[in-house]
């Protein structure tokens, strides 16, 4: 049942470009993006029990990166060098971050990574780095010419929307294999019980750390395509309302589940687009629908749909 | 660094230090007690704000609106944690994130719809906007003592609560123990209600006082709620102590930093959080073993 939903699903987004307009096309490869940026939460919030409340600092380094990349702003730059480039510099970033705040646990935690985003933030905001607040402008788009073949074209918007799909699909299946691996059943032992594991021997410190690492790094890739598609870098995208909004999506699904990230980062943006869409004051009905969700659907919406079939609780 | 600018960057780094420490002190007992991690804090500072703005403007008074204001932030407090806060002591803290940061989404939209979205000043008092000479050319603004002073006795009046009374000393216990002194049959709830609106009432009072000497503007409330976060770190989750110490050391990190490194200054903060969290990962004063 389950596969064959998943299969539906993934049809339906490979034919979406061939059926909607350039409108949809762009507002689900937006969507796609912020899927990926929601799974490496997940893998933070859900698997390892790190609620971070800083994840934007990762995607907004690298989305920067895209920028500072290039030695000039009408420069070309390569898809193959800028992106490591940036996937490197967020998980660096992460690395130090998360080797300071994984000296704190719980609500501790939770301040400190959201202190330690805002000034990631704050760099961006007040330096003379790319535009200071006002952000820059990505006036050419990275190229993916490997020699003389140009196997796609990211200011495309369909060929944007396909590479987005190959990396969503890439992301999950990535980090479906770390979970089946024993380095993903030491982050699920760290979060059911973190003593016992370091009484089996464990060094839990490096075990959370290497997963905030590469959740930090996964971020990254997120965030260099989100300035890719936006065609502008600002400090609003290491903003704190960014950390909030992805949080949002893995409970809004269901932590612990990374198709439960997908279907929040889904639900959330299509909640934004509709409300957005009605009033100005879009925030009101926003705020009153995250706390709705947030009382009536602990398990997330993943988590009350399995209620409904009856099945076993989404934890897993 | 002539005298009168180093005594004038001293006077500001107390006033910010100090208002800081009215909003954090909120934040950390209701942390503290409660265990609710409560981003929603610093919009109580920004309606405080935009409360001293509206009833300024309707009273023609400052001291009448911050009276009032003050009255108002009680009861909005003591409303607020029984319709709302109370059903959060049962969930864990990534939802009571979640769910105080809808909070916030809902008070900024409410504040936009009455008041607007633009920037507003509040006027000084006219006997309080002479201006105290200082050296030769520098001055200080007499409203900006009357900021530190009154926050020093509030702040003063907060510990005397807190250390001297009846209240105070089952607000202590219910910091370093919720359990014993639910067991001991003193009324949790109430107690919950009472700090809940304590708190709400020091994070207006700071924004009602602080708008004549900052402007009234949309987000003023995140901006601080995040130092606040830092302020707790640093001091220690549930400590008032902590709170005081934490809040005048970034008072004067950040007012000097302003001077030495301006481009640098909003980063300053952070990294004396850095610091801080490697010499001492659970703060300067803890009271408590949340």
């Known amino acids: 049942m389950r596969r064959v939903l998943l299969a539906i699903a993934l049809l339906a987004l490979a034919i979406l470009p061939l059926v909607a307009g350039k409108f949809y096309v762009d507002l689900f490869a937006k969507i796609m993006i912020m899927a990926v940026f929601a799974m490496s939460l997940d893998l933070l919030v859900g698997v390892t029990g790190l609620v971070s409340l800083g994840h934007a600092a990762f995607f907004g380094l690298a989305s920067y990166m895209v920028v500072l990349a290039a030695p000039d702003k009408y420069a070309a730059v390569s898809l193959w060098t800028s992106l490591p480039i940036a996937i490197a510099a967020s998980a660096l970033l992460a690395f130090v971050i998360g080797a300071l705040a994984l000296r704190t646990r719980g609500v501790y935690f939770i301040m400190v990574t959201l202190a330690f985003s805002q000034m990631v933030y704050f760099v961006f905001h007040d330096t003379k780095i790319a535009g200071g607040s006002d952000g820059a402008y990505i006036y050419v788009k990275p190229q993916a010419n490997v020699g003389a073949w140009s196997p796609f074209d990211l200011g495309n918007g369909t060929h944007f929307y396909y590479a987005m799909l190959a990396l969503l699909v890439l992301t999950f299946a990535l980090l479906r294999l770390l979970l089946a691996s024993r380095f993903g059943h030491a982050l699920r032992g760290i979060r059911s019980n973190e003593q016992r594991m370091r009484a089996l021997g464990f060094n839990t410190y490096a075990y959370k750390l290497a997963a905030f690492t590469v959740a930090g790094a996964i971020a990254g890739a997120a965030g260099y395509f989100a300035a890719v598609q936006f065609g502008v870098v600002n400090p609003e995208m290491a903003s704190w309302h960014q950390s909030a909004n992805v949080l949002l999506m893995v409970i809004l699904g269901g932590v612990g589940n990374l198709l439960g990230a997908v279907v929040g980062a889904f639900a959330l943006v299509l909640a934004q687009d509709f409300f957005s869409s009605l009033t100005k004051h879009w925030l009101l009905p926003m705020g009153a629908f995250v706390i709705i969700a947030v009382m009536l659907l602990p398990g997330g919406l993943i988590g009350a749909w399995q209620a409904l079939r009856g099945g076993r609780s989404g934890h897993g | ?290």
């Not at chain 2, 507003?120 to 603004?141: C, E, I, N, Q, R």
């Open chain 2, 1 to 290: 660094m002539d005298l009168p600018i180093f005594l004038i960057q001293v006077l500001n780094s107390v006033q910010y230090g100090l208002l800081l420490f009215l909003v954090a002190s909120g934040l950390t007992l209701i942390f503290g007690i409660m265990g609710v991690v409560n981003l929603a804090h610093g919009s109580f500072y920004m309606l405080g704000a935009y409360t001293a703005f509206t009833l300024s403007s309707l009273t023609g008074n400052l001291f009448t609106a911050i009276a009032l204001g003050v009255v108002l932030a009680v009861a909005f407090g003591y409303v607020l944690e029984w319709v709302f806060f109370s059903f959060l002591y049962r969930r864990d803290h990534l939802q009571q994130v979640l769910l105080t940061y809808g909070l916030i989404l809902v008070f900024e939209e409410i504040r936009s719809l009455t008041v607007g979205d633009d920037v507003h000043g509040v006027s000084v008092p006219a006997s309080l906007s002479a201006s105290l000479p200082l050296g030769s050319t520098m001055s200080y603004p007499i409203y900006n003592l009357f900021i530190s002073v009154a926050c020093l006795v509030v702040a003063t009046l907060l510990f005397l609560l807190l250390r001297k009374t009846r209240l105070g000393m089952m607000i202590r216990a219910g910091a370093s123990n919720r359990e014993m002194v639910r067991s001991l049959g003193i009324d949790i709830d109430f107690l919950f209600r009472v700090v809940f609106a304590l708190g709400v009432a020091l994070a207006a009072f700071a924004g009602m006082i602080a708008a004549p000497a900052s402007s009234v503007y949309p987000g003023m409330g995140n901006q601080v709620l995040i130092i606040c976060f830092v302020v707790v770190v640093i001091g220690g989750i549930g400590s008032v102590t902590g709170a005081l110490v934490a809040a005048l050391l970034i008072g004067f990190i950040d007012t000097f930093g302003k001077v030495f490194l301006p481009d640098y200054s909003g980063i300053l903060v952070y990294l004396l959080m850095a610091v801080i969290l490697v010499w001492r990962p659970e703060g300067l004063f803890r009271e408590n073993a949340v």
